[in-house]
């Protein structure tokens, strides 16, 4: 999808019209339009990725506007998906494009877009002290009561163990309550797996305090819980 000078918007071709996720169909096109409401977002590209031992993955390929610098705007993409459709058609894999490659009548070439990057292991980052094995133990827990899953994979995304809208609310409470820190959605997209939480908790990267941190991980529940109510996700 791209949008021209007067705002037009123009959809283009891809190999299949639904991405399979988690047994869901996900309209690619869907998340494309979400994404060009993003007023930082000057064109983008939805496609699925095979992962080995996950089956497809939502990639989402996002060229800037006026390569306007932002914090976190990985997580801000995915974050905005989350809060507008539903946490089951949020992307794992964003990458920032200077331009999507396109064809010589401008449609995109999907098969061209570049492989997107794994979320790098953090077990090196990991607190080698018995505290933040303790901080590792301890978000698995919370996991593991939310999404009924036993033992937790420490390598893997709340959302590709198949964690719904409301069970990523039911995280963050235990996750306030544990570590009474501001963690919010964002966080769960920036550390998106038990091993990135813990070493975060280990780097008191949870510790904010600040009003307007609480406000703000207030105003993401409330969107998160609107959103969840209009649209439950499936569990599959």
Not at 127 to 135: F, H, L, V
Not at 189 to 205: C, I, K, N, S
Request: hydrophobic fraction near 40%; aromatic fraction near 6%; charged fraction near 25%.
């Amino acid at each position: 999808m791209r949008a021209d000078a007067d705002g037009y918007l123009y959809y283009v071709g891809r190999t299949s019209a639904f991405l399979n996720i988690n047994g869901a169909k996900v309209d690619p096109t869907e998340v494309e339009r979400c994404l060009m409401t993003l007023d930082w977002v000057e064109e983008c590209a939805v496609k699925g990725v095979a992962v080995p031992g996950s089956g497809e993955k939502i990639a989402a390929y996002v060229v800037p506007r006026d390569g306007r610098g932002l914090e976190f705007p990985e997580q801000q993409v995915q974050l905005h998906v989350a809060e507008t459709l539903s946490i089951f058609k949020v992307p794992t894999f964003v990458t920032l494009l200077d331009a999507l490659p396109r064809s010589t009548v401008g449609k995109v070439r999907y098969a061209e877009l570049p492989t997107p990057l794994p979320v790098p292991p953090a077990g090196k980052d990991l607190p080698s002290d018995q505290a933040g094995q303790e901080d590792e133990r301890n978000i698995a827990a919370i996991w593991s009561r939310v999404l009924g899953l036993h033992p937790i994979p420490l390598d893997r995304s709340f959302t590709d163990l198949g964690g719904t809208s409301v069970q990523l609310l039911s995280v963050l409470e235990g996750l306030h309550q544990e570590f009474e820190g501001s963690f919010d959605i964002v966080d769960m997209f920036r550390y998106p797996t038990v091993r990135h939480l813990a070493a975060a908790v280990g780097r008191g990267e949870d510790a904010a305090p600040l009003e307007d941190a609480k406000r703000r991980a207030e105003q993401q529940r409330a969107a998160l819980k609107r959103q969840a109510k209009r649209n439950a996700p499936p569990t599959g």
